[in-house]
């Protein structure tokens, strides 16, 4: 289980992580994306109305805690064999 901005969700069933324009918002502020994460379950994960740099950053570091937590576990799985 990971919790990142204060949303907790498992690693294992996360299906896709895409970040999207979010049209939406006002015209007089451009370049906004949303972060959309998709869980195997069908629940999704929002980060919203972030500017690009921002959303990159989070995906990053989405993806370093998953990789962070898998590594941990191989270590974990490798000790105990």
Same mark, same amino acid.
């Given at each position: 289980?990971?919790?990142?901005?204060?949303?907790?969700?498992?690693?294992?069933?996360?299906?896709?992580?895409?970040?999207?324009?979010? @049209?939406?918002?006002?015209?007089?502020?451009?370049? +906004?994306? #949303?972060? *959309?994460?998709? %869980?195997?379950?069908?629940?999704?994960?929002?980060?919203?109305?972030?500017?690009?740099?921002?959303?990159?950053?989070?995906? @990053?570091?989405?993806?370093?805690?998953?990789?962070? +937590?898998? #590594?941990? *576990?191989?270590? %974990?799985?490798?000790?105990?064999?």
């Amino acid at each position: 289980m990971i919790v990142f901005e204060g949303q907790a969700f498992d690693e294992k069933k996360v299906s896709t992580i895409i970040f999207s324009e979010d @049209n939406s918002w006002s015209a007089s502020v451009k370049d +906004r994306y #949303n972060i *959309i994460m998709t %869980l195997t379950d069908g629940n999704r994960l929002f980060w919203k109305r972030l500017d690009p740099k921002t959303a990159i950053t989070k995906i @990053n570091q989405i993806a370093q805690l998953i990789n962070n +937590r898998e #590594n941990e *576990i191989l270590k %974990l799985q490798h000790t105990a064999g």
